[in-house]
Nanobody
């Protein structure tokens, strides 16, 4: 059973860069045909897909966030990293990492709350 755990600072100041890590256990992030996604949910709103990194390292980004988002991986640590630059209070959300294959988002982390505030 694959487990995903998000970690990172709970509070970020406006204009700074948010950095989150998703640590994966019970499965390799390089396993064929799996994609590792970052998804967020602002308070009172629906889920927003931010981007993903595939098993081969290819990255995909939401057009709305592409200019501010970077997703990378550390295969030695089996971790996925999200960086979101120039954050504003509108980036306040619960951030999730999720594993997907064939449009089936079958495994999710518990999520981590990030608040952007001075």
């Amino acid at each position: 059973q694959v487990l995903l755990q998000e970690s990172g600072p709970g509070l970020v100041k406006p204009s700074q860069t948010l950095s989150l890590t998703c640590t994966v256990s019970g499965g390799s992030i390089t396993t064929d045909y799996y994609y590792w996604n970052w998804i967020r949910q602002p308070p009172g709103k629906g889920l927003e897909w931010m981007g993903a990194i595939g098993y081969s390292g290819t990255t995909f980004y939401s057009p709305a966030l592409k200019s501010r988002t970077s997703i990378s991986r550390d295969t030695s640590k089996n971790q996925i990293t999200l960086q979101l630059s120039s954050v504003t209070p509108e980036d306040t959300a619960v951030y999730y990492c999720a594993r997907e294959r064939g449009y089936d988002f079958g495994s999710w982390g518990q999520g981590t709350q990030v608040t952007v505030s001075s």
